[in-house]
Nanobody, 119 residues
């Protein structure tokens, strides 16, 4: 399974970015996909997730109302639309796919994409 993120970059506070995560070797609907972020000196944290099949979503409180996670099964790609970016949002954003086989979970990660917000 390979996950490739794109769309990171530099944006002014209040601006928007859209991250993409293209999957190969599996499908975005195969399990739960999520976006995580890790800022320097901090632990990696879940930003948003979407469950394959049901499409149910989950967001960290810090991004609710600003970020939207979605997936396109035809393109086998997941997205994170980030609006109203704040100075506390900069981090490396990672794409994750978690699949389950019987009672065992498997996690796959992308290489990460940097998001920088200027004030």
């Amino acid at each position: 399974v390979q996950l490739v993120e794109s769309g990171g970059g530099l944006v002014q506070a209040g601006g928007s970015l859209r991250l993409s995560c293209a999957a190969s070797g599996s499908t975005v609907s195969a399990g739960t996909m999520g976006w995580y972020r890790q800022a320097p000196g901090k632990q990696r944290e879940l930003v948003a997730s979407i469950t394959g099949g049901s499409g149910s979503t989950n967001y960290a409180d810090s991004v609710k109302g600003r970020f939207t996670i979605s997936s396109d099964n035809a393109k086998n790609t997941m997205y994170l639309q980030m609006n109203s970016l704040k100075p506390e949002d900069p981090a490396v954003y990672y794409c994750n796919l978690r699949t389950r086989v019987v009672f065992k979970y498997y996690d796959y990660w992308g290489q990460g994409t940097q998001v920088t917000v200027s004030s």
